[in-house]
């Protein structure tokens, strides 16, 4: 899919947060394995700054390290914890397996925003059906 939407002249790049995944760094070696290019990995403090001017922002799996309530809600159990603002994009598409809290045990309002769209399954196989209808167009 990063292939494809380059190849159109998007600007593709992965945001991660330093605590995703079960180990700090795992989502780095992660992309480096399947191939991604580190020069399109951006930490959380590079990318947040970017949403704004952002058009289509893809969530795959993440719950509490893209809740808005940890810089909306001051009596959340995760206000102040450092997130991805991925809610400031002017789309967002979340892929989970369900509408499901993450670990924190918190639910995240950006899944109810205007501009955000649900995406529930598989993120292989919605990913796979992604890239089948971006070949289609």
């Known amino acids: 899919m990063v292939q494809t939407l380059k190849k159109r002249g998007k600007n593709v790049r992965f945001g991660i947060h330093p605590v995703a995944g079960r180990m700090p760094g795992q989502l780095n070696v992660l992309l480096a394995e399947a191939g991604v290019p580190y020069d399109i990995v951006l930490e959380m403090d590079e990318i947040n700054a970017d949403f704004p001017e952002t058009d289509l922002t893809l969530v795959i799996g993440a719950n509490d390290t893209v809740n808005s309530a940890a810089e909306d809600d001051p009596n959340s159990i995760?206000?102040?914890?450092?997130?991805?603002?991925?809610?400031?994009?002017?789309?967002?598409?979340?892929?989970k397996r369900s509408l499901g809290v993450g670990y924190?045990?918190?639910d995240n309002p950006i899944f109810y925003?205007?501009?955000?769209?649900?995406?529930?399954?598989?993120?292989?196989?919605?990913?796979?059906?992604?890239?089948?209808?971006i070949l289609e167009s």
């Open 78 to 95: 995760i206000a102040g914890m450092p997130v991805l603002r991925v809610w400031n994009s002017g789309q967002v598409i979340v892929m």
């Open 113 to 133: 925003k205007d501009n955000t769209s649900m995406l529930l399954g598989d993120a292989k196989k919605t990913c796979d059906a992604l890239l089948a209808k």
């Open 104 to 106: 924190a045990a918190v």
